[in-house]
């Protein structure tokens, strides 16, 4: 009886580690980011990535990117973010879902001088 026991609890902590790991190794709090801090999460393969890509690239935007297929950090960080799809975005602490230009540079430019609208 013992043993099952144990079996269980060690399943339950596999099942639930993600949760669990958050106690041990929290994210840095977003809204403490130095302004204009941009970190794109991506995929090698996604257009809409390339375009968010393109679009940081154009402005002179620099940022951050973690493909969340090939990074445990970016996949973690992407999932406390609510991510369900590819691009998000994090902007000085704004977090954009899916491919906006209009969000994305309004954001950036919020914690910016100048205006890209």
Aim: include cysteine; glycine fraction near 8%; aromatic fraction near 14%.
């Amino acid at each position: 009886m013992r043993n099952v026991l144990i079996l269980a609890v060690v399943l339950l902590i596999f099942q639930k580690w993600d949760k669990i790991e958050l106690y041990f190794n929290p994210l840095p709090d977003y809204v403490s980011l130095r302004p204009g801090k941009v970190i794109l999460y991506a995929t090698e393969w996604c257009g809409y990535c390339q375009k968010s890509r393109e679009l940081l690239g154009e402005y002179n935007i620099p940022f951050y990117e973690y493909d969340i297929e090939k990074s445990q950090v970016g996949r973690f960080q992407y999932d406390r973010l609510g991510g369900k799809g590819v691009p998000v975005l994090l902007i000085n602490g704004e977090v954009i879902h899916g491919y906006n230009a209009k969000k994305i540079l309004s954001a950036y430019s919020n914690t910016q001088s100048t205006s890209f609208l």
